[in-house]
């Protein structure tokens, strides 16, 4: 089973709304951090949103005042909140996370995962 687990994607129209979650499969793991990207249909992979560890959110300029990146500490996951949506925002979307296993904590036992990804789509 994947590391990381996405959900939250679909079809939707200009305009409207849809919130992606990213979190560790089972309960052994931590989230320290968290990139979300996104692969377009024949283009390459960019990154859209990231959170650090202090909570720290970035975004890239063309999601920027729609998209907002969240983590919700007490159930271990990350969110990505997409509003105003556009039909350029289509792609599949990827999670990408430091994890670490909880019981032995981030200073020796970070490592990085990817979730399998969710498909997004904006059309009218």
């Known amino acids: 089973q994947a590391p990381l687990v996405e959900s939250g994607g679909g079809s939707v129209q200009p305009g409207e709304s849809l919130k992606l979650a990213c979190t560790p499969s089972?309960?052994?793991?931590?989230?320290?951090?968290v990139d979300w990207y996104r692969q377009p249909p024949g283009k390459e992979r960019e990154a859209v949103a990231t959170?650090?560890?202090?909570?720290?959110?970035n975004y890239t300029d063309s999601v920027k005042g729609r998209f907002t990146i969240s983590r919700d500490s007490g159930k271990n996951t990350v969110y990505l909140q997409m509003n105003s949506l556009k039909p350029e925002d289509t792609a599949i979307y990827y999670c990408?996370?430091?994890?670490?296993?909880?019981?032995?904590?981030?200073?020796?036992?970070?490592?990085?995962?990817w979730g399998q990804g969710t498909q997004v789509t904006v059309s009218s």
């Open positions: 089972g309960n052994l793991f931590s989230i320290f951090a």
């Open positions: 990408k996370a430091k994890l670490y296993y909880t019981d032995l904590g981030p200073r020796v036992s970070l490592f990085d995962a």
């Open positions: 959170i650090t560890r202090s909570d720290t959110a």
